[in-house]
């Protein structure tokens, strides 16, 4: 993937399996989102291409598979926590109680305060905002579930909340669920493959035990140990 002279991803084979959760590692520039927005199709590659199995190729039905939770959450600032989470089943012109129902279910699994919904972005927490955010994403019932960067604006004690919240609704939902973070801890507590990538290139892919016992190359032990947080793991 190219931007001109820029080189965002170089050739990359990377398979994300099914129904598990897959984190995207490395630092600022490196590619991890660019391959998010590759999987959703608001980036078509300079070279090479993006196969979604059971997808077909109506780009429009197949962005419908996909939940997509971008950094800081995204949501529209004149609408109500309401008006966000139902946003997409109300274009789709769905029955008013199946959006009903289908609100209720999600707060219930992202333990959102149904009085909640009334208030705008603005007068949400930013944990709160993440789990509107979340409802939006997972609203259409999707295959797959894309989230950038979800908690990295959040304070620490907050993130590590909604750390455990999404491992018990990932374990929930069994669904594909394709996560960037620059945070080896949290990727490490959440995911079933770890994807750590350098300037443009995968580096290794694998369980943070294959990524500390059996590393590819210098660069990632210099990784892992530039995160002092895992010494707790």
Do not use: W
């Not at 600022?28 to 300079?46: D, V």
């Not at 950094?71 to 109680?97: I, S, T, W, Y």
């Not at 080896?184 to 770890?194: C, K, N, S």
């Amino acid at each position: 993937m190219t931007f001109g002279e820029v080189v965002a991803l170089y050739p990359t084979d990377l398979q994300i399996p099914a129904g598990k959760t897959t984190v995207l590692i490395g630092p600022s520039g490196c590619g991890k989102s660019t391959i998010l927005r590759l999987i959703i199709g608001l980036l078509q590659p300079t070279n090479g291409h993006v196969h979604v199995a059971g997808g077909g190729d109506n780009l429009v039905a197949l962005r419908r598979q996909m939940g997509y939770v971008i950094q800081d959450g995204g949501l529209f600032p004149h609408l109500n926590a309401r008006e966000n989470v139902l946003l997409m089943p109300r274009q789709l012109k769905q029955d008013e109680a199946a959006m009903n129902r289908r609100l209720t279910e999600l707060c219930n699994l992202t333990h959102f305060s149904m009085e909640a919904l009334e208030r705008y972005p603005v007068e949400l927490s930013g944990g709160q905002r993440q789990r509107v955010s979340l409802m939006r994403a997972l609203a259409l019932d999707p295959d797959i579930l894309l989230l950038d960067e979800p908690l990295g604006a959040l304070d620490p004690m907050v993130r590590a909340s909604l750390q455990r919240e999404l491992k018990e609704i990932f374990a929930n939902l069994g669904k594909t669920v394709v996560m960037v973070t620059h945070d080896m801890a949290e990727a490490a507590f959440l995911a079933d493959m770890i994807v750590l990538l350098r300037a443009g290139e995968v580096v290794q892919s694998g369980s943070l035990d294959e990524l500390r016992d059996q590393p590819a190359e210098p660069y990632v032990n210099e990784f892992i140990d530039a995160q002092r947080s895992l010494v707790q793991l």
